[in-house]
């Protein structure tokens, strides 16, 4: 087996994009849960789906916000309007955040039947456009940014395109498991995000590019109205309950994910969530991408590195520290991949791997303590991920 070279180099122009996570205010049941989910993780932000379809929405807004209060962590609204309701609902907002304990930095609002995807040539809603809503809800909440996109996916945006100048970031989703949901495949998606980016960064005319929350599962079915059922664990595609979210191919897989986005430009990204659906530990149980965002939060405030891997089945992500530098790889295949690591001598390593999961399971501080300072043989399992503290071979600018 030739070995994959992994080559650190020098502080780059995209700097690591802010990490969030998501948070559904409907599914607010353990309060306290949440809270320690949201301090352990330590996320730059929360992503708030909001549903005013739903009677006690705003309500539930409330507690989630007082959430971000208690936790300093910013908030960013996806909200849900009836199509017949727009400025009723809008103004309702408007009343409830004048008195919220907690200020939202931006606001997407999206008619409830853009939820859904539209062919170019197909019939389209009679009813008020993303656009028409963003206009109402500039002139109801003067004080906030308001989004442009959509909540769902890069296809639904680029078919429904914000205008320039009418929104102050531009924002979707992403999901792996839109066409296939084999494992293979859903590693595969990684290779289309950077052209995702490129072409999403066209559409927002020099504003601000957000990934809204993202996971394995898809939180909502646009183009076949209901989500796929999935209550024997199985591999399938638009689904919100995937087998593999507990499981290492998912901290893989999210390391892919951030480290393409990083590459690629976008601004800030929220990976899975603190609460159903998309929560990465529940009962004190602390699933590996847990531990992976754990990891990934510390590299806030800190300089993104130029990184290469020879081999496409390695992601690789770096950033220097005051007193070095932190590697992350994560192995995409579900075979062992040897690699030799140059610009970088590696003093410490934690592995994330099938190897370490029940150790990791329940202890909720696992991803911060080194678990040797050697590597006798540098090999990367199926799906595993190590975090290597390095020093560097050469300066370069740190």
């Known amino acids: 087996m030739n070995p994959t070279r992994i080559v650190i180099g020098?502080?780059?122009?995209?700097?690591?994009?802010?990490?969030?996570?998501?948070?559904?205010?409907?599914?607010?049941?353990?309060?306290?849960?949440?809270?320690?989910?949201?301090?352990?993780?330590?996320?730059?932000?929360?992503?708030?789906?909001?549903d005013l379809r739903r009677g006690d929405a705003l309500e539930r807004l409330q507690d989630a916000l007082l959430l971000c209060q208690r936790t300093r962590t910013d908030a960013w609204l996806l909200v849900i309007v009836s199509d017949d309701a727009v400025q009723a609902q809008l103004q309702d907002l408007a009343s409830v955040l004048d008195n919220a304990a907690w200020q939202p930095k931006g606001i997407l609002t999206t008619p409830a039947a853009y939820l859904a995807s539209y062919q170019p040539d197909g019939q389209w809603p009679s009813g008020p456009?993303?656009?028409?809503?963003?206009?109402?809800?500039?002139?109801?909440?003067?004080?906030?940014?308001?989004?442009?996109?959509?909540?769902?996916?890069?296809?639904?945006?680029?078919?429904?395109?914000?205008?320039?100048?009418?929104?102050?970031y531009l924002t979707h989703a992403t999901s792996p498991i839109v066409h296939a949901a084999d494992d293979r495949s859903v590693m595969e998606s990684l290779e289309s995000l950077g052209d995702i980016v490129r072409s999403a960064r066209y559409l927002a005319h020099g504003r601000p590019y957000?990934?809204?929350?993202?996971?394995?599962?898809?939180?909502?079915?646009?183009?076949?109205?209901?989500?796929?059922?999935?209550?024997?664990?199985?591999?399938?595609?638009?689904?919100?309950?995937?087998?593999?979210?507990?499981?290492?191919?998912?901290?893989?897989?999210?390391?892919?994910?951030?480290?393409?986005?990083?590459?690629?430009?976008?601004?800030?990204?929220?990976?899975?969530?603190?609460?159903?659906?998309?929560?990465?530990?529940?009962?004190?149980?602390?699933?590996?991408?847990?531990?992976?965002?754990?990891?990934?939060?510390?590299?806030?405030?800190?300089?993104?590195?130029?990184?290469?891997?020879?081999?496409?089945?390695?992601?690789?992500?770096?950033?220097?520290?005051?007193?070095?530098?932190?590697?992350?790889?994560?192995?995409?295949?579900?075979?062992?991949?040897?690699?030799?690591?140059?610009?970088?001598?590696?003093?410490?390593?934690?592995?994330?791997?099938?190897?370490?999961?029940?150790?990791?399971?329940?202890?909720?501080?696992f991803i911060h303590r080194p678990t040797c300072v050697a590597l006798d043989k540098p090999v990367l399992g199926p799906y595993a991920v190590l975090k290597l503290d390095c020093r560097r071979d050469v300066e370069c600018g740190l």
């Open 10 to 50: 020098e502080p780059c122009t995209q700097p690591l994009p802010a990490l969030g996570h998501g948070l559904w205010v409907d599914h607010l049941e353990d309060s306290a849960a949440i809270e320690a989910l949201i301090r352990q993780l330590g996320g730059a932000h929360l992503d708030l789906l909001v």
């Open 129 to 168: 456009t993303p656009q028409d809503v963003a206009a109402v809800a500039r002139a109801c909440l003067p004080d906030y940014q308001i989004g442009g996109g959509v909540p769902t996916y890069f296809t639904e945006l680029n078919r429904c395109r914000p205008a320039a100048g009418s929104f102050d």
């Open 210 to 365: 957000r990934i809204t929350t993202s996971a394995i599962g898809a939180w909502c079915n646009p183009y076949g109205g209901q989500l796929a059922v999935n209550a024997e664990g199985e591999r399938l595609t638009l689904s919100n309950s995937d087998p593999r979210q507990r499981s290492q191919f998912a901290a893989a897989w999210t390391l892919g994910h951030y480290a393409a986005l990083q590459r690629a430009g976008a601004d800030a990204v929220a990976l899975w969530a603190v609460n159903e659906p998309f929560a990465v530990a529940a009962a004190n149980e602390y699933w590996p991408t847990f531990h992976l965002l754990c990891g990934l939060n510390q590299g806030r405030g800190k300089t993104a590195l130029n990184v290469s891997a020879s081999c496409a089945d390695i992601a690789v992500l770096a950033w220097g520290k005051e007193h070095g530098v932190e590697v992350w790889l994560a192995n995409l295949s579900d075979s062992e991949q040897a690699f030799e690591l140059s610009g970088a001598s590696i003093v410490g390593v934690t592995h994330l791997d099938a190897d370490h999961y029940d150790l990791a399971l329940h202890d909720s501080g």
